[in-house]
T-cell receptor
Framework: NAGVTQTPKFRILKIGQSMTLQCTQD?????MYWYRQDPGMGLKLIYY???????DKGEVPNGYNVSRSTTEDFPLRLELAAPSQTSVYFC?????????????????FGPGTRLTVT | QKEVEQNSGPLSVPEGAIASLNCTYS??????FFWYRQYSGKSPELIMF????GDKEDGRFTAQLNKASQYVSLLIRDSQPSDSATYLC?????????FGTGTRLTIIP
């Protein structure tokens, strides 16, 4: 299993440009997430999905869009990039620990995309 | 708003000693608690999870949970230079997690 893969690894955008960050997982997990991490900060949830066709906003969704047409793929779209979107973006997928939602969901992270908007 | 608090550090510990990392959380409905290790420039890696009060041991790592005090800790015994990293505490009540800002740990040879 490759786990969670993300492309690209690095990207520099000019203000106002758009791009899509790709995320794919091969573990057949229903749950997928997009986070951003700013220097010295924790992870902030942007969007998440509980299955194909179902997405919901997280803590910081403004300026981003997502779609989930398959179990494997969960792309993140940045429209009209702004310097405030300079960050490291992590995609993750999860499954319920021991098959029980009551014990929590173990999240596996991709390697990240380092994005700079200038 | 759910909050997870950690001391940002840096926490410096001599090699071979015990490193103690602490985390408090605000949501009493939280059910699952995780510790992630993140090396500089890398993605978070799950090292421990706990969901019942008490201690859970895995090798050199022990997670401790006290739901009444809303407190989670991670102990690393026999600290090694390879343990130098940022440790993120994460708390969940459902399929989502709330992360702390992390504690930077440095093991001094």
């Amino acid at each position: 299993n490759a786990g969670v893969t993300q492309t690209p690894k690095f990207r520099i955008l000019k203000i106002g440009q758009s791009m899509t960050l790709q995320c794919t997982q091969d573990m057949n997990h229903n749950y997928m997430y997009w986070y951003r991490q700013d220097p010295g900060m924790g992870l902030k949830l942007i969007y998440y999905s509980v299955g194909a066709g179902i997405t919901d906003k997280g803590e910081v969704p403004n300026g981003y869009n997502v779609s989930r047409s398959t179990t494997e793929d969960f792309p993140l779209r940045l429209e009209l990039a702004a310097p405030s979107q300079t960050s490291v973006y992590f995609c993750a997928s999860s499954y319920p620990i021991r098959g029980q939602a009551s014990t929590g969901y173990e999240q596996y992270f991709g390697p990240g995309t380092r994005l700079t908007v200038t | 708003q759910k909050e997870v608090e950690q001391n940002s550090g840096p926490l410096s510990v001599p090699e071979g000693a015990i490193a103690s990392l602490n985390c408090t959380y605000s949501d009493r409905g939280s059910q699952s608690f995780f510790w992630y290790r993140q090396y500089s420039g890398k993605s978070p890696e799950l090292i421990m999870f706990i969901y019942s009060n008490g201690d859970k041991e895995d090798g050199r790592f022990t997670a401790q949970l006290n739901k009444a005090s809303q407190y989670v800790s991670l102990l690393i015994r026999d600290s090694q230079p390879s343990d130098s990293a940022t440790y993120l505490c994460a708390v969940g009540g459902n399929e989502k997690l709330t992360f702390g800002t992390g504690t930077r740990l440095t093991i001094i040879p």
